[in-house]
């Protein structure tokens, strides 16, 4: 019997897509156009390219083309870019059966690296303009597609569209220059059109494959790296092996969300794979409710709030902190932290805007705070542990912050019911005693040599309780004869430890009579805060 969360995952379906994007760059904060395809287990990076279809085996990579320059449309094509923008130039527009269009060997994208064997890599785009004019009617350009192109040279996708009709003779790198390029012929008489010859090799502008990123075990991030700055409408695939997809950037913010939840979709479907595989190996107390990458808080740090990938299993009786994956039996052993579920208490960090405001921020993604909150990221929760240490961690939808709240509960659960009870040693007074926390009894203190029980009281007779922070707590229980509250005072060396199981067992108690139990965190709550 496997124990897993069906009312989480049962509305999983994975997803299949494809669509352009811009893959940013960081360092040069230019964006390139490239096409995603997602399918079950991968998401794939293709960019475009200019390949050999038919004819003589050439390179693609560079390809010498004679344009015959025609009275009406001159060579038929516009140019953008330049050295004094640090890119090449390129061919931005093609016309309909015109020269450039009628070679078969030209497409938009292609960057000019030679003018009739003149080198214009390191040219500017008045120089590239000044050699096109003036080249005669005859003009052989060596080019090579350019894969990575700009944004700002915004080279279209689809088909060319209409020319521009400039009535300065002066160009500009970031504008078109293409009717300027008829020159000026020595014939009057039309001269023939540029055409593939039958024995050239034909070319076809494809999306090809460059990177693939294996989803099982993969995580995503729209923050940039290690802070809490969110990025605009995009976000980064990792993969377990540190692969990355660079950052992918969406044209509106419902794109970018979209494919989000589509990735995050195929991500979690694949977990639930793995712990189906892993439970298949573990005995049915010792089963993984839930596990997944989020984002951990640092200790210590200042207001810039740094952070770091965390990958978090529920398994068993214990919460694991893991730096990578386990992906086998043995990995288990190696995580950073383990801590008893019944001693660790979930708490959920809500964040709350004014009127619809958040419901748009949950359906778009693109959160722009100015407003104060304990950070600047909306999913987070956090998980307190003994001694009064806590771990804070975000997750990037607030569908997954849903999931880890339920598996918490739920892992919870599972384990005081495994358990059925817990013992402490404390003291009071300078005597040693033991206090047991019981599933079915409730609350029991007795002498730790003599085992006589000093008293015992019902999870329903405790009705609050105070402590000092430290080690010291108060518990306030009703006398069920005399409807008195007695005060029973005890010290323990990790009271924190001590409340959470108490609020884990209470929770439990609920649960066990509404097992809806919608509300029984917060009823525990009620008792020993």
């Not at 005859?138 to 521009?164: D, M, N």
């Amino acid at each position: 019997m496997f124990i897993y969360l069906n009312f989480c995952f049962c509305a999983l379906l994975s997803q299949t897509k494809t669509g352009i994007a811009l893959l940013y760059d960081e360092v040069s904060e230019n964006a390139y156009d490239i096409r995603l395809k997602l399918t079950k287990e991968v998401l794939t990076i293709q960019k475009q390219d200019v390949v050999c279809v038919s004819g003589s085996d050439h390179s693609a990579n560079h390809r010498t083309v004679t344009l015959r320059r025609q009275p009406v449309g001159g060579l038929g094509l516009s140019i953008k870019g330049g050295a004094e923008h640090k890119v090449p130039v390129v061919i931005s527009k093609m016309f309909k059966d015109q020269a450039a269009d009628q070679t078969g060997m030209l497409f938009i994208g292609d960057a000019i690296m030679q003018v009739n064997g003149i080198n214009v890599e390191s040219a500017t785009h008045e120089e590239v303009v000044h050699l096109l004019r003036n080249a005669g009617d005859e003009v052989t350009i060596t080019v090579q597609y350019l894969r990575e192109a700009p944004s700002f040279l915004k080279l279209p996708l689809g088909s060319p569209g209409p020319s521009s009709d400039h009535s300065s003779g002066a160009s500009s790198p970031l504008f078109d220059s293409g009717l300027h390029l008829n020159g000026n012929s020595i014939n009057t008489a039309p001269s023939s059109p540029s055409s593939p010859i039958a024995n050239e090799p034909k070319y076809e502008k494809r999306w090809l494959d460059t990177l693939s990123v294996p989803l099982s075990m993969a995580r995503i991030s729209r923050y940039k790296a290690g802070t809490d700055k969110l990025r605009s409408n995009a976000f980064e695939v990792l993969a377990l092996d540190g692969v990355s997809t660079g950052i992918l950037q969406f044209y509106t913010a419902q794109e970018s969300a979209d494919w989000l939840r589509a990735i995050s979709t195929n991500i979690s479907d694949l977990t639930l794979q793995n712990m189906k595989m892993a439970n298949k190996c573990c005995s049915p107390s010792d089963q993984v409710i839930h596990m997944g990458w989020v984002h951990e808080r640092l200790e210590g740090t200042d207001s810039s709030q740094l952070y770091k990938f965390k990958f978090l299993a529920l398994k068993g009786s214990s919460f694991y902190i893991f730096s990578t994956p386990p992906v086998s039996t043995l990995d288990w052993v190696r995580a950073e932290k383990i801590y008893n579920l019944c001693e660790v208490l979930f708490k959920i960090h809500k964040l709350w805007l004014a009127d619809d405001c958040w419901l748009q921020a949950n359906l778009y993604l693109g959160i722009h705070q100015d407003f104060d909150l304990e950070d600047h990221r909306p999913y987070c929760f956090s998980v307190m542990v003994g001694h009064g240490k806590s771990h804070y961690f975000n997750v990037e939808l607030c569908s997954e912050l849903a999931v880890w709240e339920k598996s918490f509960q739920r892992a919870i659960f599972l384990e005081v019911q495994r358990t059925g009870s817990k013992t402490y040693m404390c003291s009071w007074q300078g005597d040693t005693l033991c206090f047991t926390v019981d599933f079915a009894l409730g609350f029991t203190c007795f002498d730790s040599k003599t085992k006589n029980v000093l008293w015992r009281f019902k999870f329903s007779q405790l009705k609050g309780s105070s402590d000092d922070g430290k080690t010291k707590v108060k518990l306030l229980f009703q006398n069920l004869d005399t409807k008195q509250i007695e005060t029973k005072e005890l010290e323990f060396q990790d009271l924190t430890a001590v409340l959470h199981c108490i609020h884990s067992f209470i929770a439990a108690k609920v649960a066990s009579v509404d097992p809806v139990f919608i509300d029984s965190q917060s009823i525990a709550r009620k008792y020993i805060c």
